[in-house]
């Protein structure tokens, strides 16, 4: 609810290969699915089992606020004022995260959030927030905030947003207890929140290596003069005192008030601009740098860095100093904002260009140009639908991050599903399937007496995957982006008739556990490399959800499960293995348990840096 009491400056590396056999890989996708299970929470039990009331389960966390938007909450165009939805945002996921850590929580992050749908006067705004996992001190919580017309019954979805909390204890120190999901979509959210935790530590070294290694056409001196307008003239400062009503009963300054105040002063410059009354679209993911308390001056700086075709970014900086004579102003948070002018059809408005001042004007123009690039890769690789998106995605530095949560994130979600079905069982190989969003989906599962970590080592090695997978003829590591990430050409045997042999670019994303029960996992899914085209001597396959999850189940005991998701063109072969016409599936799979026996000892050297 307050921003970040302290600073926190952790930084970790971070960042799917073909399927179970790379015969079976072509064509195969994963649902970028939206986080709705379509599964009825009143399916769930609670801890305690079925309710006794027969009512539905509800997360024990959850949060719900609703307010009736008055003539004060509004703008000037009579909508509800961002600021004070950001304020209502604030509160309702704090009170979900105190309700699970038991004490105090300040707001450390909050990730991208997009606005759907603005809303009148009149309307209901609906908030809802609910703890997706816990971590040692902070935690994630996950909102959707929709608008409800209370005449016509109708609703709509605004905005749904991800934040990060932080338990805070004067004299003691904070372990949070851990969230148990147990409907289809919390064991989905509880899952990939780890990997979304990975990208929020690595985000502020994302952006320093993409601005330094991409090159922005500006193309100043190409546009028109008569519709520019100098960047400074869109500059505005304000200040504010921070009184009790601002502050929690801490006196921490709350967030959500903080972030009121920021977008207050980035909608001015950016009617400084326009000349005329914006609309805020975008807020990109941004961290508290440090403490607020009641007795301070907040100075809030805006201006508008880049004005594109039908878009501006506003960046905002907020200062923090305690007395008149303080010379040192404590940074508290930076942001920037996206607005676009609406005309009568709510339609994007041409936008006048910017011309920079010499110096850091320059600098912020290129770095907003860099991150509307890095924001569409995360809006549309990190949380795109499957339809949105070709399977093979281009590969290059300004997306890595993204692909690489993508690339784990989908093959957890394909594994939280809950309505697999056992389709045959022999020689102690499970054969599981999934009917779901026009896919049909497998899933492969056995016990090996071999320890988790040292098969993930070799699994996760795909140069070793010849050894007992007849369907790779060749594997040749063309990038290694880090230590859990590597690019795989792989070359595979012709297969159904084509004379051609096939070949695949993969990428191969690895994750060691998260917490005690998370598995091992090693996620593989196609990309597109300039190093490496299409070429008539192979036939290009394609896969974007396959992989393997490994459980400990106890000292050197195993539970290896492969997951891989089939598209219509290629259901022929899957099928016949599902309705037990070919036993390959099985074979190959029995191929990797001897292959992990026999291998358990070769790395053993190598167990400790797991």
Same mark, same amino acid.
């Given at each position: 609810m307050s921003q970040l009491c302290r600073g926190r400056s952790s930084q970790i590396a971070g960042r799917r290969r073909v399927g179970f056999g790379t015969a079976l890989a072509?064509?195969?996708a994963s649902v970028f699915s939206s986080r709705t299970s379509r599964k009825s929470a009143s399916r769930a039990r609670d801890a305690d089992g079925a309710m006794a009331d027969g009512e539905g389960y509800r997360n024990p *966390?959850?949060? %719900? &606020?609703? %307010? =009736?938007?008055?003539p004060c909450h509004t703008n000037q165009r009579g909508e509800l004022s961002v600021g004070q939805l950001l304020k209502w945002i604030d509160t309702t996921a704090c009170l979900s995260a105190e309700r699970h850590a038991g004490c105090p929580c300040v707001t450390a992050s909050m990730d991208d959030i997009y606005f759907e749908h603005t809303i009148s006067v009149g309307q209901v705004v609906n908030i809802k927030a609910k703890v997706n996992r816990a971590f040692n001190s902070s935690m994630e919580v996950g909102i959707q905030v929709t608008s409800e017309d209370l005449c016509s019954e109708k609703q709509w979805t605004v905005c749904k947003a991800l934040a990060t909390f932080v338990a805070h204890r004067e004299l003691s120190k904070v372990k949070l207890k851990q969230i148990t999901p147990r409907t289809e979509e919390e064991k989905t959210e509880h899952s990939v929140a780890a990997e979304r935790r @990975? &990208? @929020? =530590?690595?985000?502020?070294? *994302?952006?320093?290596? =993409?601005l330094a290694n991409c090159a922005i056409q500006d193309n100043l001196e190409s546009r028109d003069c008569s519709r520019m307008v100098p960047a400074e003239k869109t500059r505005v400062e304000s200040v504010e005192l921070v009184l009790p009503p601002h502050a929690n009963h801490q006196g921490n300054t709350f967030g959500g008030q903080i972030m009121a105040w920021m977008e207050n002063v980035a909608t001015i410059a950016a009617s400084r601009l326009c000349r005329s009354h914006p609309t805020l679209k975008a807020i990109e993911m941004f961290h508290f740098r440090g403490p607020s308390q009641v007795g301070d001056r907040l100075v809030l700086k805006a201006i508008v860095n880049n004005a594109f075709k039908h878009s501006m970014e506003v960046g905002v900086c907020v200062e923090a100093y305690r007395q008149e004579a303080e010379t040192h102003r404590r940074h508290i948070n930076s942001a920037f904002m996206t607005f676009v002018v609406l005309d009568a059809d709510d339609q994007p408005q041409l936008l006048p260009w910017i011309r920079p001042q010499p110096g850091d004007g320059e600098r912020r123009y290129r770095e907003a140009s860099a991150r509307k690039k890095i924001r569409l890769d995360r809006k549309y690789i990190v949380s795109c639908k499957q339809a949105e998106v070709p399977l093979s995605v281009p590969w290059d530095p300004s997306n890595q991050v993204y692909l690489s949560y993508n690339n784990v994130s989908s093959l957890k979600m394909l594994v939280a599903k809950d309505n697999w079905v056992l389709s045959s069982e022999s020689d102690q190989v499970r054969l599981y399937t999934l009917e779901d969003d026009k896919f049909l989906s497998f899933h492969m599962e056995m016990t090996v007496h071999v320890d988790a970590a040292q098969a993930f080592l070799l699994l996760s090695d795909l140069r070793r995957r010849p050894e007992w997978d007849r369907h790779y003829r060749s594997v040749e590591v063309v990038q290694q982006v880090d230590e859990d990430d590597a690019i795989c050409h792989v070359i595979s045997p012709p297969l159904g008739g084509d004379p051609k042999p096939q070949d695949f670019v993969i990428l191969a994303s690895r994750r060691k556990p998260c917490d005690n029960g998370d598995p091992y996992i090693i996620a593989l899914r196609s990309v597109t490399l300039p190093t490496h085209p299409e070429t008539p001597e192979y036939r290009r396959g394609e896969t974007l959800c396959s992989g393997f999850c490994l459980w400990r189940e106890g000292d050197q005991l195993t539970k290896v499960s492969y997951y891989n998701q089939a598209t219509p063109g290629f259901l022929n072969y899957v099928t016949t293995n599902v309705t037990g016409l070919s036993s390959e599936f099985s074979? *190959?799979?029995?191929?990797c348990e001897q292959f992990l026996v026999d291998n358990r000892s070769d790395l053993a050297p190598s167990l400790q840096t797991l």
């Open positions: 072509e064509g195969f *966390t959850e949060v %719900q &606020m609703s %307010q =009736l938007v008055l @990975r &990208m @929020r =530590l690595v985000y502020a070294d *994302t952006i320093k290596d =993409l074979a *190959t799979f029995k191929a």
